[in-house]
Every structure is written in structure tokens, then in C-alpha cells.
């Protein structure tokens, strides 16, 4: 079974602003990074308890390529991403966004 993805708007606004980044340093990287994104969704998505349990019900998943995780939860009927964050930024926001939901 493929597990659909569902994007909580703060995680929708998190990958929005991180492909603008990119798309500022070099046209069309932004577009690879959702590209990457949504294939590493896919990937979640077939297999969802496959990736390390960072919290109770929270896991992350690497984004090939590039330097972010995709923290999610899984859920009877789907995926629910609740951020997309490079790897240097501080783990509290993903943390408190993990207590929020």
C-alpha cells in the first residue's frame, strides 16, 4: 500500500520557502529540490516505518541531494508531514511542531 503525503501548511510553507532559496542561487534548483521532495515521499510512502523514530510517532526521512528532512507521522490512511528543514536548522522548531500536532 502507498501511503499519500499531506502537507500541514506550516510544512507546505517550509518547502515553498526553501525552493525559493534555491531558485535565488540557481535557476531551476528549486524546482530539483521539490522534485526530490516529492520522490522522497514516494519512497515514505511505500515504506513508512522504515525510517528512524526521531520522537514517539515522529520520523524523518533524508532528501537526496540535498541537505533537509522531512519529519512526518504516519497515519491509518496517510503520511502527515508536519515540516521539511535543512539539517543545520535548530531541531526545536520540528520539536515544538511534533508537540503542537
Sequence with gaps: MNFPANFSPQAEADLDEAASWHERQSAGLGVE???EVR?????????????PEMRPGVRRAQ??????GIF?????????VIGVFHDRRSPRVWQRRARGN
Design 72 to 80: 512526518y507521522r504516519v497515519r491509518a490512511d496517510q503520511i502527515q
Design 33 to 35: 529540490l521539490v522534485r
Design 39 to 51: 520522490n522522497t515521499l514516494i519512497q515514505v510512502g511505500s515504506q513508512p516505518n522504515a525510517y
Design 63 to 68: 532528501v537526496r541531494r540535498f541537505s533537509y
